[in-house]
């Protein structure tokens, strides 16, 4: 959909820092691809949602994130 092309150019031109929430779940709970299948939509989504609010407590409130797919949805 293009969140992670436009993320880092909006940044820029907001002179500030950017992150990626799918890059985040990767590094903190593993591959999506097999997460899901392996506990369940319903288990993505809240995990994915912990990953959200970890990376927003830790970024500066200045930051662009680049959100799942779907995110809104849950």
Request: proline share 5%.
């Given at each position: 959909?293009?969140?992670?092309?436009v993320?880092?150019?909006?940044?820029?031109?907001?002179?500030?820092?950017?992150a990626?929430?799918?890059?985040?779940?990767?590094?903190s709970?593993?591959?999506?691809d097999?997460?899901?299948p392996?506990?369940g939509y319903?288990?993505?989504?809240a995990a994915?949602?912990?990953?959200?609010?970890?990376?927003?407590?830790?970024?500066?409130?200045?930051?662009?994130?680049a959100?799942?797919?779907?995110?809104?949805?849950?």
């Amino acid at each position: 959909a293009g969140k992670s092309t436009v993320a880092p150019l909006l940044a820029e031109r907001l002179g500030v820092l950017w992150a990626d929430l799918d890059a985040h779940f990767t590094r903190s709970v593993g591959d999506v691809d097999a997460f899901l299948p392996a506990y369940g939509y319903p288990a993505y989504a809240a995990a994915n949602v912990e990953c959200y609010l970890a990376l927003a407590r830790a970024a500066d409130p200045a930051t662009v994130l680049a959100l799942s797919s779907g995110f809104m949805t849950y």
